[in-house]
């Protein structure tokens, strides 16, 4: 039996952190059972239908590694893959369902519908359709559908007794019957519900196991009894953990960032969103938090599985995304990762190591592919503003800047180690604390306090630039730093002053 899993997307809106923990596992699972994994567009709510959410959706899975075999995109056996292309499809089988008895055609109107609740309120009576319609004799109902009367089709459903049904991960589950008050198959408008899109499709596309979010273990018992009508073999039922809020509530937008776009947008890689979704609803047979999509496949088993309540934390997210950044990747698979992000913000560079090292030297201090892009900034751009912080150190610095523009300019072999020396002998023949030197000369060569070792920024930024960069600080000392904020800066600058002298 080949494996064949599936996701079944809704095109709504914004392409939903969700759908790639549950497009995950349904992947995972294809690919190490050598099976396939169907995208399926579940489209028949034309009243939250979004034109631009399949292309969205299918962009994200393929940023995401996670692609399907068969879909609307590439098409397959079993298409077509987008619901409202299947419309006849499931005319035909509820026609058959009205045939083998299993379900009827039902008149009642949107009036007698209220009436029929309001009556069940008044009398504390459960809610939901009480089956008024089974009653009508067959010959009677296709009458009335052939003039044309507006109607339903509904499943028979038994108003007593349990379903149960087995789930992989959860063991057996009972339902009780009451719950399903013959659901609606076939609407006015001649669109299926999800109920009788989702048990047609899973049966002609040949799932076998249906992985999907716990919130529709509510339909499954519904869905037996579709199966069972039809005589169709059950698939296996896996009902994932709905990912949560911090505060446990289901994941919502309200409260938490779910757009898969962001979370690209923002620089997060997607092997490492993956390896944390990952890890929110299964772990390694060795504990290991990291691992890479492969090894996930290869180590896969679905009763591993947990039923747990995993929470979508963001700061968690960044932690994983920072291991990749720091640790797990290449220099140069980073570098390619992040070429982009620079060039889109307009740096250029003709010197490959030059980018290389800057990249190197910036990832112990980044998150996010965005982090690059900010905190690179100065490395592209010779007029760097200089924050306020910096402007503080600069302020007082000046015979620091102005002696080691000078012993800079004079070292005829330039690298590390030269300029390492230069400054520890610089800082002890001044006797004074090495920030006293070193914050300044920062300062001067990138605008800013926070930024990487002055000998690496040294190195990296070559004799020329940082001769450039000491020159440009120490005109603009000179001219009493201005800057837009005047009363502001010198106010700063004063308190600057006091406290560097408090801890020189
Ligand atoms: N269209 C449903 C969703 O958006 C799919 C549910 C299922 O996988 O059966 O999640």
Redesign the pocket.
């Known amino acids: 039996m080949t494996v064949v899993t599936?996701?079944?997307?809704?095109p709504?809106g914004d392409p939903h952190v969700?759908?790639a923990y549950?497009g995950l596992f349904n992947y995972v699972l294809a690919q190490k059972a050598g099976g396939r994994f169907i995208f399926r567009l579940?489209d028949t709510d034309r009243n939250r239908y979004n034109p631009d959410s399949e292309a969205r959706i299918v962009s994200m899975l393929r940023w995401l590694g996670l692609t399907p075999d068969e879909g609307p995109e590439m098409g397959g056996d079993r298409g077509p893959y987008r619901q409202s292309e299947r419309l006849d499809l499931y005319r035909q089988h509820a026609e058959m369902l009205l045939a083998s008895g299993h379900a009827y055609r039902s008149f009642e109107t949107t009036e007698d519908l209220e009436a029929m609740a309001r009556e069940q309120k008044w009398h504390g009576r459960p809610q939901g359709y009480d089956g008024r319609g089974r009653s009508v004799p067959r010959e009677e109902q296709e009458r009335r559908a052939s003039a044309g009367e507006a109607h339903v089709i509904r499943l028979r459903t038994p108003d007593d007794g349990e379903t149960t049904f087995k789930d992989s991960v959860r063991g057996t589950i009972r339902w009780p019957n009451s719950e399903l008050r013959d659901t609606v198959l076939l609407k006015r408008d001649g669109y299926p519900t999800?109920h009788l899109a989702?048990v047609v499709d899973?049966h002609l596309m040949g799932v076998t196991h249906?992985i999907?979010?716990e919130?529709?273990i509510s339909?499954t018992a519904l869905h037996i009894h579709l199966y069972r009508a039809f005589d169709w073999d059950l698939p296996l039922f896996v009902h994932l953990p709905l990912l949560r809020n911090p505060d446990k509530s289901k994941i919502s937008k309200r409260k938490m960032n779910t757009s898969l776009e962001s979370y690209r947008d923002q620089g997060i890689l997607p092997e490492a969103l993956l390896n944390y979704l990952a890890t929110l609803g299964w772990s390694m047979p060795d504990g290991r938090e990291f691992f890479s999509l492969k090894e996930l496949v290869d180590t896969f088993i679905l009763e591993r599985l947990s039923a747990g309540e995993p929470v979508f934390d963001i700061k968690k997210l960044r932690h994983f995304n920072a291991k990749y950044l720091r640790e797990i990747l290449s220099l140069d698979e980073l570098a390619d990762r992040v070429e982009p992000h620079f060039r889109a913000a307009g740096y250029s560079w003709d010197d490959e190591d030059y980018f290389l090292d800057i990249i190197d030297v910036l990832r112990p201090r980044t998150e996010t592919l965005n982090d690059f892009t900010e905190q690179a900034r100065y490395f592209f751009d010779n007029d760097f503003p200089y924050q306020e912080e910096a402007r503080k150190r600069l302020s007082s610095a000046q015979k620091y800047l102005e002696d080691l523009e000078r012993q800079l300019s004079m070292l005829e072999f330039y690298d590390y180690d030269s300029v390492e020396d230069l400054l520890r002998e610089y800082v002890q023949s001044q006797a004074v604390g090495m920030g006293k030197v070193l914050q300044p000369l920062r300062a001067a060569l990138t605008g800013r306090t926070q930024a990487p070792g002055v000998s690496d920024l040294l190195t990296i930024l070559g004799k020329q630039r940082v001769l450039q960069r000491i020159g440009r600080a120490l005109n603009a000392i000179n001219a009493g730093l201005p800057d837009d904020h005047p009363q502001k800066e010198k106010e700063t600058s004063d308190k600057g002053e006091r406290r560097a002298g408090a801890t020189g």
């Open positions: 599936r996701i079944a997307p809704s709504t969700g759908t549950v579940e999800y989702v899973d249906v999907r979010a919130e529709w339909s």
